[in-house]
C-alpha cells in the first residue's frame, strides 16, 4: 500500500504561475523525498526535507513539512513549459530490518506555454 | 557514468512465456530496487536487495524472481508471463554512505513490457 498520496492528481497551469502539489503519510518518518518524472523516463530525485526541517529550498522549488499533520508540500514557483512531468514524494517504511522507499500515486503537471 | 542501465527497453511477450530484464548500475550501490508502475497505481515495489547474495519481497512479488549475484547486477525474471504483468519496470539503487536514510534513488529509464 502507498504510504504517500499525492494531490492533486493532475495539475494544469500556464507559463509563469507557481504549482503545488501535496503530498499525506500514514506513519512517523525519517525524511521525506520528492522526486520528477518526465514522460518515458524514470524518476529523478529533486529535494530532501528532514522529519526535523520545517522548509527546504533548491532553486526554484520550495518544500515544507508538518509533521503534526503528516503531509509535505512542493511548490514550484515561476513554473516552465519544461517543468512539465509527474511528481512523486517518497518516504521510507520500515520492514524486515531495512527501510524500504514507498511512493505515492503522483501528480501530473502540465505547464501551457 | 553510466547510472543505473535497464536492458531491454521494450519487450512484448506471449503469455507463458519467460525472460529476464536486467539492471547493472555502476555506483558501487548496495541497495537495489525493482519496481512496477501501473497508470493510476504510482512505483509499487516488487522485489528488492540489500547487499549481493541477498534478495527480499516487496509489495507485489507474485510472478516474479530476483537474482543478485553480483553487486552490480539485479536480474528480474517472470518464468511464465501473464497480461496482468504488463508494465512498465523500473530499476533503482541507492548508496549506504552515511546518513544511509538520506541517500537518494537513482532509476533507471524502465522497461516497458507487454504481454498479449
Known amino acids: 500500500s502507498q504510504q504517500g498520496e499525492e494531490d492533486p492528481q493532475a495539475l494544469s497551469i500556464q507559463e509563469g504561475e507557481n504549482a503545488t502539489m501535496n503530498c499525506s503519510y500514514k506513519t512517523s518518518i525519517n525524511n521525506l523525498q520528492w522526486y520528477r518524472q518526465n514522460s518515458g523516463r524514470g524518476l529523478v530525485h529533486l529535494i530532501l526535507i528532514r522529519s526535523n526541517e520545517r522548509e527546504k529550498h533548491s532553486g526554484r522549488l520550495r518544500v515544507t513539512l508538518d509533521t503534526s499533520k503528516k503531509s509535505s508540500s512542493l511548490l514550484i514557483t515561476a513554473s516552465r513549459a519544461a517543468d512539465t512531468a509527474s511528481y512523486f514524494c517518497?518516504?521510507?517504511?520500515?520492514?524486515?530490518?531495512?527501510?524500504?522507499?514507498?511512493f505515492g500515486r503522483g501528480t501530473s503537471l502540465i505547464v501551457h506555454p | 557514468n553510466a547510472g543505473v542501465t535497464q536492458t531491454p527497453k521494450f519487450r512484448v511477450l506471449k503469455t507463458g512465456q519467460s525472460m529476464t530484464l536486467l539492471c547493472a548500475q555502476d555506483?558501487?550501490?548496495?541497495?537495489m530496487y525493482w519496481y512496477r508502475q501501473d497508470p493510476g497505481m504510482g512505483l509499487r515495489l516488487i522485489h528488492y536487495?540489500?547487499?549481493?547474495?541477498?534478495?527480499a519481497k516487496g509489495e507485489v512479488p507474485d510472478g516474479y524472481n530476483v537474482s543478485r549475484l553480483k553487486k552490480q547486477n539485479f536480474l528480474l525474471g517472470l518464468e511464465s508471463a501473464a497480461p496482468s504483468q504488463t508494465s512498465v519496470y523500473f530499476c533503482?539503487?541507492?548508496?549506504?554512505?552515511?546518513?544511509?536514510?538520506?541517500?537518494?534513488?537513482?532509476f533507471g529509464n524502465g522497461t516497458r513490457l507487454t504481454v498479449t
Open positions: 555506483m558501487n550501490h548496495e541497495y
Open positions: 517518497a518516504t521510507l517504511h520500515a520492514s524486515g530490518g531495512s527501510y524500504i522507499p514507498t
Open positions: 536487495s540489500v547487499g549481493e547474495g541477498t534478495t
Open positions: 533503482a539503487s541507492r548508496s549506504d554512505w552515511d546518513r544511509i536514510l538520506d541517500s537518494p534513488l537513482h
